[in-house]
């Protein structure tokens, strides 16, 4: 990393040394986007020292009462990042390790990636350390409840528009949004995003990350005089956005093998029955063995990892550092072409540069995974004009944003001498993007 860049580096960790996460998501745009940063006219303005650091960053207790009757206190989280393009816009994430550098890493992640949608989006992220896994649904009630009376103060369909990330699906933005309904006494369908068709959300939005990912991959596949068809496909995670990513690889002729969730990974060389996965996760919320128990011939592995499955296709759909230089190196040693971030960040930076030396084809989660967000902001354009279109009509211009994406990142690596690169395509574009309009509205 050259001097200038470095600098503002270590003053993001110097100000706050606990945030791994957040400075390894600061360190991998730093040292890609050097040469554009580097313009006086951004550095002049001291636009990386101002892009590093989130406009706004809200905590607050949560107080709800469980169903044994006992007080429970979690901490929620909103970092309204930048807002050069439009309203802050980014999930809500509800894990047991969710905290502020977690939700930083996010939000910073999303500023680039709602850039590249080309959607008028800034970017934001939040969430709970709450674990929703064995609760029950009136306890995820209480809980979401009483985050959105705190959160309510601070959204709006022009300011900041939260939606689903890990742990929170269609039952918490409905209960979140029933709150906001109630405190504020205004039908605000703008306010949230991937709410149920029935009153106020998108078609395709519960599909869109996953299909998204996939026509990414089919995009980079083409450029490489390949296609998804008879592609052997391994995902990682069981939630939304591998679901659906291996639902379209399926629709698009590829062999899905493999999935997994945090209890362990199934390997399904049947090809993976994904109505089943969807009943037991979505359904039941039951745990990848339920899947195993209900189809013969699926074996479930509890040591090692999904990456040990030998596929030409990995999509790491889980969560971030999941899929480490070891896990690389077994990918590659095992023929693997193109691997696609579904999740934000799965993959360690040791695990890209393997995948970039080898020559694969690597999309990483900011230009790969913007399909979700690029939904919720066609959500939000049937909310404002009151419209809802046909699920057909949103995946299509779905498969047309992830198309101009692909474009514009590998575009972009190209005029920089990086053809093929697109970690440094998506970082440059992104930042050009909001580095421009972070200029034209002055010193804020
Ligand atoms: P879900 O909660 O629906 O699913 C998450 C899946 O990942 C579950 O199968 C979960 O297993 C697994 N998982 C989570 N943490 C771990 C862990 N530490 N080790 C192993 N497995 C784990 O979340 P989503 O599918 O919505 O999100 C997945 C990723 O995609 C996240 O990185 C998210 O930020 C990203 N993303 C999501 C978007 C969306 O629209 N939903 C948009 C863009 C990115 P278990 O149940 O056992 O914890």
Not at 131 to 137: E, K, M, Q
Not at 143 to 166: K, N, W
Not at 416 to 444: E, I, K, R
């Amino acid at each position: 990393m050259i001097d200038s860049m470095k600098a503002v580096y270590d003053e993001v960790v110097t100000r706050d040394p606990g945030q791994k996460v957040f400075h390894q998501a600061v360190h991998e745009v730093l040292e890609t986007i050097a040469d554009v940063a580097a313009l006086p006219k951004y550095s002049g303005a001291s636009i990386l020292q101002r892009i590093v650091e989130p406009e706004r960053q809200i905590m607050f207790r949560v107080p709800w009462v469980d169903d044994a009757g006992n007080v429970q206190v979690n901490r929620g989280y909103r970092v309204e990042f930048n807002s050069a393009l439009g309203p802050y816009k980014g999930g809500l994430r509800f894990h047991p390790t969710v905290n502020l550098g977690v939700i930083k890493f996010l939000g910073f992640e999303q500023v680039f990636k709602n850039a590249l949608t080309g959607l008028g989006i800034g970017g934001g992220k939040g969430g709970s350390d709450f674990d929703p896994h064995g609760r029950s649904d009136g306890e995820v009630m209480r809980f979401c409840q009483s985050f959105m009376t705190e959160l309510y103060r601070h959204i709006g369909d022009h300011t900041d528009v939260p939606a689903g990330d890990i742990g929170v699906g269609g039952r918490e933005i409905g209960y979140m949004f029933g709150q906001y309904k109630r405190i504020t006494n205004r039908f605000e369908a703008g306010v949230l995003t991937g709410k149920g068709t029935g009153w106020g959300g998108s078609y395709g939005r519960t599909e869109a990350t996953g299909y998204g990912a996939v026509f990414f991959t089919e995009r980079m596949l083409d450029r490489k005089g390949k296609s998804l068809d008879g592609q052997r496909v391994v995902v990682s995670g069981s939630g939304n956005v591998a679901i659906y990513a291996a639902q379209k690889a399926q629709q698009l002729g590829a062999h899905v093998v493999a999935f997994s969730d945090s209890s362990g990974y199934v390997v399904d060389e049947q090809g993976v029955d994904v109505d089943l996965l969807r009943e037991v996760k979505e359904v039941q919320r039951g745990r990848v063995a339920d899947y195993v128990a209900g189809r013969p011939g699926a074996k479930l592995h509890t040591e090692g990892s999904v990456w040990d499955v030998p596929c030409t296709i990995a999509l790491p759909c889980a969560t971030q550092n999941e899929l480490d230089e070891s896990h690389a190196r077994t990918l590659v040693d095992n023929g693997v072409l193109a691997v696609a971030e579904g999740a934000n960040m799965p993959c360690t930076p040791e695990a890209v540069e393997v995948f970039q030396a080898a020559g694969i084809s690597f999309g990483p989660g900011k230009a790969a995974n913007a399909g979700g967000v690029a939904t919720s902001a066609l959500e939000m354009q049937q909310n404002a004009s009151r419209e809802q279109w046909s699920f057909d009509k949103t995946v299509a211009k779905l498969e047309i944003v992830m198309t101009n994406i692909h474009d514009n990142v590998a575009r972009t690596a190209e005029q920089h001498g990086a053809a093929g690169n697109y970690v440094l395509g998506a970082n440059v574009a992104g930042f050009v993007q909001v580095a421009d309009s972070m200029l034209a509205h002055g010193v804020v």
